[in-house]
């Protein structure tokens, strides 16, 4: 029998809970340690942080002790404001250790060779070298439903017009004040300035994706080319983070086109929506979280993915489930991959080894 891949969790928000869980029931990997971040959680069972029963692995904010357990990989799913600028430090120190890194916290990542931060990027690099690790990001959006699933439609074509790849969600559920009215401007006046609206950023928050189905395409993006739309809700909408009222922001849409050959190519469309009734004429769907792919060319391609039952109930469940799975999944592919930052377009298909 094979050892057991040895892993660590790095993390236990949403993501990192799921992940918890998903290890301790395969019998090809195992549970050597868990990182969190706030103190009242160090030392509690690591099973139970993710709500599930104990595991006997308590909890630990010590990241040199989990590097000195030299495990196979880390599944890293930590998040907050800062995003990369705080997590790119642990990924060199890991990947620095020998540790192979699969993440989803640092979604720019899913193609590497087009990471918006040049030298982050050849650090990264230069830290898997001398580790001799690799480094894997993804997810579902951006991950498989923004890029992977595309390619894999994409087999099937004779020849392509544009790509366009859409997400459609409901977002209710999301409980962060502030990157939801800050960040997006759900809940202010369309006069308001979110961070979405700054130059360049819907361009790159979206470029990676482009990038990379550019790549396995093989297509040259000559540009990218970004939009925001919003549109206000007519009533009151209660929501997770409060209330949305009448005449502010309830559903943004953002744009992002490849430009190839002097045309838009290849196309991420991401559309929020604090209820369903708002913006009824943009793209809609009965059940979120929603993935779609259109595929103009021949033949022509349509395909829809949904996570969660009918009518959004467990959709933001299942969209999270499905981000760890990818990385969870890929752990196996990832350890045994040639060292170096690696793209989706580096692996085979990470199917889920144990999961019948």
Request: glycine share 10%; hydrophobic share 45%; aromatic share 6%.
């Amino acid at each position: 029998m094979s050892p057991k891949t040895r892993v660590v969790v790095w993390s236990t928000g949403g993501v990192g809970s799921i992940a918890i869980d998903a290890i301790r029931r395969r019998p090809d990997m195992e549970l050597v340690g868990v990182w969190v971040h706030s103190a009242e959680k160090v030392g509690r069972d690591a099973g139970e942080l993710a709500g599930g029963s104990a595991l006997g692995l308590a909890a630990t904010d010590d990241a040199d002790a989990l590097i000195g357990l030299r495990p196979d990989c880390v599944v890293y799913a930590a998040s907050g404001p800062e995003r990369d600028a705080g997590a790119v430090p642990d990924y060199l120190r890991l990947l620095e250790a020998g540790i192979n890194v699969v993440s989803t916290s640092s979604t720019s990542l899913v193609h590497p060779p087009s990471y918006f931060h040049p030298e982050w990027r050849r650090q990264l690099e230069s830290a898997a070298k001398a580790g001799a690790a690799s480094f894997y990001v993804s997810g579902v959006f951006p991950g498989f439903g923004s890029d992977q699933l595309a390619l894999l439609l994409a087999t099937q074509s004779k020849t392509i017009r544009a790509v366009t790849v859409t997400e459609i969600a409901l977002n209710d559920h999301y409980p962060v004040a502030d990157v939801m009215m800050d960040g997006m401007g759900f809940g202010r006046p369309l006069d308001f300035e979110p961070m979405l609206s700054t130059p360049g950023f819907i361009e790159m928050a979206w470029g990676a994706p482009i990038q990379l189905m550019a790549q396995g395409l093989g297509a040259q993006v000559q540009e990218i080319r970004g939009s925001l739309d919003r549109r206000v809700t007519h009533r009151d909408i209660e929501v997770a983070f409060g209330t949305i009222p009448a005449g502010t922001c309830g559903a943004v849409c953002t744009r992002a086109a490849g430009v190839v050959d002097g045309r838009e190519a290849i196309v991420v469309q991401h559309i929020i929506r604090m209820a369903r009734d708002v913006a009824p004429d943009w793209m809609t769907s009965d059940c979120d979280a929603t993935y779609r792919v259109d595929i103009d060319g021949d033949p022509d391609i349509h395909c829809a993915m949904t996570l969660g039952d009918a009518e959004g109930h467990g959709a933001g469940r299942g969209a999270m489930t499905a981000t760890a799975m990818r990385v969870v999944n890929a752990v196996p592919y990832v350890v045994g991959a040639a060292p170096g930052l690696l793209s989706s377009l580096d692996l085979p298909m990470t199917l889920p080894r144990c999961a019948i």
